[in-house]
């Protein structure tokens, strides 16, 4: 089989991947205030495991792949892991979502692993408040880290959700950190996952964004990827907008992910999760975890239900699942 198709006909051809539970920040939107409760080590997957499945899905029709977690960067022989990704031949595109606090002291190492692209995230270009927001990060390292990676040749997209009361002020901040550093900054709202304090005080609808960035900028529609709408602006800009609740993009995804305890889950907002890690530990042919990812894909929910309830979900935990 090469094509994964979903039930409603959308072909799956992403796979996100989440190597580690782990993060060296603790962003307040990501962590609910009792804290989080790690899976112990020997329940995550091993790298070996990681990359039996990527070879599976790909061998299903997934043709790109995202690392995340946690914080990717955290986890010990994450080079080599890198390595041996890009070393899957009918795999188009590999790619690694950092918080960048490491990225500086492993771009190099990374990059000549095979990594081409990665997108940071940034949600201030202030020290003070993006420790805040952070729980401790330190901007510079970050920002080193985007011009390591920049100099070596590496694409670079920049994430930052936005927040009302955090950083709303620094909207046309970003759009010329965008201009600067030549590369894409995309506005992401604000989630309700794991019971993260989300609410509607602290959202900011990505139109109110977009309007506020077009009394200053022209605007040019581009192509986008499905999940982003992305504009070009003057001087080298790039905007990009994921608005997941004001304007859900259910019908284009295109994703399922594969948690760091080894489930494969087909919708970021819904709990509907497939156990591979037994099936990778009792010496399971490849068929029969193919058969679970295709279940996983036929599972996939049309719309997910707490998008259109806009209310918190206490059960999915990001770092868990892989943002
Ligand atoms: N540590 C890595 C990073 O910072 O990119 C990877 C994991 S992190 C969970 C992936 C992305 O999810 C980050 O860009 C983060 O800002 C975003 N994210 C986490 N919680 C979110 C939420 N509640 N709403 C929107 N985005 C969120």
Do not use: H
Request: aromatic share 6%; glycine share 8%.
């Amino acid at each position: 089989m090469k094509n994964l198709i979903d039930k409603y006909g959308r072909k799956i051809e992403y796979l996100r991947i989440s190597v580690t539970d782990r993060c060296n920040l603790s962003c307040l939107y990501c962590i609910p205030p009792e804290g989080i409760k790690l899976v112990p080590k020997e329940k995550l997957l091993t790298f070996e495991e990681i990359l039996r499945v990527a070879k599976i899905t790909v061998g299903l029709g997934v043709q790109k792949i995202k690392l995340t977690g946690g914080e990717p960067l955290v986890r010990k022989g994450i080079v080599e892991l890198i390595r041996k990704l890009s070393e899957i031949p009918e795999l188009e595109d590999l790619s690694l979502t950092t918080n960048g606090i490491l990225l500086s002291s492993l771009s190099e190492k990374l990059f000549q692993a095979g990594l081409k692209r990665v997108n940071v995230s940034v949600d201030s270009l202030q020290p003070d408040r993006f420790r805040e927001i952070t729980g401790g990060g330190e901007l510079s390292k970050v920002l080193l880290g985007i011009d390591k990676a920049q100099n070596l040749g590496m694409k670079v997209k920049v994430n930052t959700v936005s927040l009302r009361g955090f950083n709303d002020p620094e909207i046309l901040d970003f759009v010329q950190f965008s201009q600067i550093k030549k590369l894409e900054v995309r506005f992401i709202e604000f989630m309700p996952l794991c019971g993260n304090g989300w609410n509607q005080k602290l959202f900011i609808p990505l139109n109110e964004a977009k309007e506020i960035i077009a009394k200053s900028y022209t605007l040019k529609l581009t192509d986008g990827n499905g999940v982003a709408t992305v504009y070009e602006i003057e001087n080298g800009g790039r905007i990009g907008f994921i608005p997941t609740l004001s304007e859900p993009f259910c019908s284009g995804c295109s994703r399922i992910r594969l948690t760091s305890w080894g489930g494969i889950r087909p919708c970021l907002f819904s709990n509907i999760e497939y156990r591979i890690l037994p099936l990778l530990r009792d010496g399971s042919p490849d068929e029969k975890i193919a058969e679970v990812i295709i279940k996983a894909v036929q599972s996939k929910p049309e719309y997910n239900p707490y998008l259109a309830q806009k209310t918190e979900t206490k059960e999915i935990l990001m770092r868990n699942v892989g943002g």
